[in-house]
């Protein structure tokens, strides 16, 4: 199966000086359990990697800490060299331990290492776009960010990285960090049910900056799943389709970045972001954040 980038859902977004697809993939399932160690299906991984470019796919998210390595090996195994239109896009700012877990790395020798590490795992000499992850895995935490930001805006005069962005990050912080150098991109989360976003998304579309969710299915209570389970039924298909055609619609700076290790459920993706959603629709699927 192959297309283009012009027929993906969702048309495209230019991130920085680049034309991306708004539909991308999220490469983070393609690690281990618990986002550790390699995956079960080594040439299944590579497999989806190659399908995704294959359709048109043109964004593609990524970490050094997931693996740790794997991920970004498998994408070099998988796509190198790349070709001219993919845009990789990685993050720094935490790192992982033993039991799995995510300790935060942000000072100014751990991101020179993790870009460095990013940039030998990937096989290139300069980064496309590389985020900047705040907070915690409770999510954002407030605090000045400034030391670690600048700290990547010399690795990008350094020419190691060639945009930037922040994730995990309040508003403030995307104010602060825009205070001292331009970015192309927010990465937070935000779904049908946690728009806490909202006010942000708008302010980012626009100001021409990409806003990158994570979790489009994370956190729905019983009662919230069921609403989205009605719209899903109603339209024959599944939630998780509803869910990201959603997203598409919701603001044209949006840009999707779903994740799966499985090929057929990446082609479901993209067909289903694809959906045309009603003002109905619309309308009985913002009653659930709201």
Known sequence: MNTSSASLPGGTWTLGDSSVTRFGYGAMQLAGPW?????????????????AVGLGITHIDTSDAYGPRFTNELIREALHPYPDPLFI??????????????PTARRPEDLRKQVHENLGSLGVDTL???NLRMGDAQGPRPGSIAEAFETLVDLRQEGLIRHLGVSNVTAEQVAEARSIAPIVCVQNMYNLAHRHDDDLVDHLAADGIAYVPFFPLGGFTPLQSEALSRVANRLQTTPMSVA?????????????????????????????AGLSLSDEDVAELDGIGH
Request: aromatic share 4%; proline share 6%.
């Open 35 to 51: 986002v550790m160690g390699p995956p079960a299906d080594h040439d299944g991984a590579l497999a989806v990697l190659r399908e």
């Open 89 to 102: 896009a990685t993050k720094v700012g935490a790192t992982r331990d033993a039991q799995g877990g995510w």
């Open 128 to 130: 496309d776009l590389v």
């Open 244 to 272: 990201l055609a959603w997203l598409l619609r919701r603001s044209p700076n949006i840009l999707l970045i779903p994740g799966t290790s499985s090929l057929a459920h990446l082609r479901e993706n993209v067909a289903g």
